[in-house]
T-cell receptor
């Protein structure tokens, strides 16, 4: 079955620290992978996407993610957290031939001063 | 700017009173989606239109209906809202199923 696992429902970091949000997918065929961010009472905004062009994907707001086929992972990182990064982050996958996304359960990022 | 617009942003209805949520887009995307999102949960797909073809998720209650009169507009109708239908409703669009662009959502409260 298609699934996405986000390890850690909450991640807390200090401002300026490294951000690492984990995402693993289940598939023998690399899917299309996405990271979305959601601020309170807003819709989802696309941070970045992997579509097989490059394994290291750079997105908006200084975020990037690396696709590792051997680990079936697509972890999201940012070298230095900012207070404005506090939000909910969703990893999602889309499998070839399907128009639907499969979302992970989300990770809430908390940033302390 | 090309975008996905949802109206209203906040909707209050009474238990059992039909309600309609609206979504419009200026992206000219052929696929439109409706999601339900409850607090601290991932969005849950209710249904989507691929062009004019309606695709209902197997676990979407019959209480939820949708209409897409043209490429730009899509509506979500809740025929008899219950307390459990209180949620954020998100509309999204995509071009042939590629990355999805989300609207700001409509927060539905059921009294």
């Amino acid at each position: 079955a298609q699934s996405v696992t986000q390890l850690g429902s909450h991640v807390s970091v200090s401002e300026g620290a490294l951000v690492l949000l984990r995402c693993n997918y289940s598939s023998s065929v690399p899917p299309y992978l996405f990271w979305y961010v959601q601020y309170p009472n807003q819709g989802l905004q696309l941070l970045l996407k992997y579509t097989s062009a490059a394994t290291l994907v750079k997105g908006i707001n200084g975020f990037e993610a690396e696709f590792k086929k051997s680990e079936t992972s697509f972890h999201l990182t940012k070298p230095s957290a900012h207070m404005s990064d506090a939000a909910e982050y969703f990893c999602a996958v889309r499998y070839t031939g399907f128009q639907k996304l499969v979302f992970g359960t989300g990770t809430r990022l908390l940033v302390s001063p | 700017d090309a975008m996905v617009i949802q109206n209203p942003r906040y909707q209050v209805t009474q238990f059992g009173k039909p309600v309609t949520l609206s979504c419009s887009q200026t992206l000219n995307h052929n696929v439109m989606y409706w999601y339900q999102q409850k607090s601290s949960q991932a969005p849950k797909l209710l249904f989507h239109y691929y062009d004019k073809d309606f695709n209902n998720e197997a676990d979407t209650p019959d209480n939820f209906q949708s209409r897409r009169p043209n490429t730009s507009f899509c509506f979500l109708d809740i025929r008899s809202p219950g307390l459990g239908d209180a949620a954020m409703y998100l509309c999204a669009t995509s071009l042939r199923g590629d990355e999805q662009f989300f609207g700001p959502g409509t927060r539905l409260t059921v009294l």
